[in-house]
Nanobody, 119 residues
Framework: QLQLVESGGGLVQPGGSLRLSCTAS????????IGWFRQAPGKEREGVSC????????NYADSVKGRFTISRDNAKNTVYLQMNSLKPEDTAVYYC????????????WGQGTQVTVSS
C-alpha cells in the first residue's frame, strides 16, 4: 500500500521542541518534493514548509521562519520537520504531503499527527 506516515507529534510546553517524521511506505520519496501542512481547529489547512526532491530548495511560512527546519534523508525515505521555540498557536494536526514540486498540487496526504503546545 502506498502511503505517507507521520510520527513525532505530542504535547509540549511553550518554548519546547518536537521533531516530526514523514516516512513513505510502498514507494520512494527520492523523486518528490514533500510539504508539511497544518490545520488548527476551526481553521483552514495551511502550508508550513516544503523541501525539493534533492533537498536543495526549501521554503517556510512566515509564521515559522527561524523556528522550524525541514530536512530529508532519502536513504531512510523520510522527511523531517524540526520544530523549535514552539508557541501555543502552533497547535494543530500536522500533515505531510507528496508533491512533484513545491509549487505543485498535492498528490498524496499522510494521515496527520497532533501537535499540542500548552503549559
Amino acid at each position: 500500500q502506498l502511503q505517507l506516515v507521520e510520527s513525532g507529534g505530542g504535547l509540549v510546553q511553550p518554548g519546547g521542541s518536537l521533531r516530526l517524521s514523514c516516512t513513505a511506505s510502498g514507494f520512494t520519496l527520492d523523486y518528490y518534493a514533500i510539504g508539511w501542512f497544518r490545520q488548527a481547529p476551526g481553521k483552514e489547512r495551511e502550508g508550513v514548509s516544503c523541501i525539493s526532491s534533492r533537498g536543495g530548495s526549501t521554503n517556510y511560512a512566515d509564521s515559522v521562519k527561524g523556528r522550524f527546519t525541514i530536512s530529508r534523508d532519502n536513504a531512510k525515505n523520510t522527511v523531517y520537520l524540526q520544530m523549535n521555540s514552539l508557541k501555543p498557536e502552533d497547535t494543530a494536526v500536522y500533515y505531510c504531503a507528496q508533491r512533484h514540486y513545491c509549487s505543485g498540487p498535492v498528490a498524496r496526504w499522510g494521515q496527520g499527527t497532533q501537535v499540542t503546545v500548552s503549559s
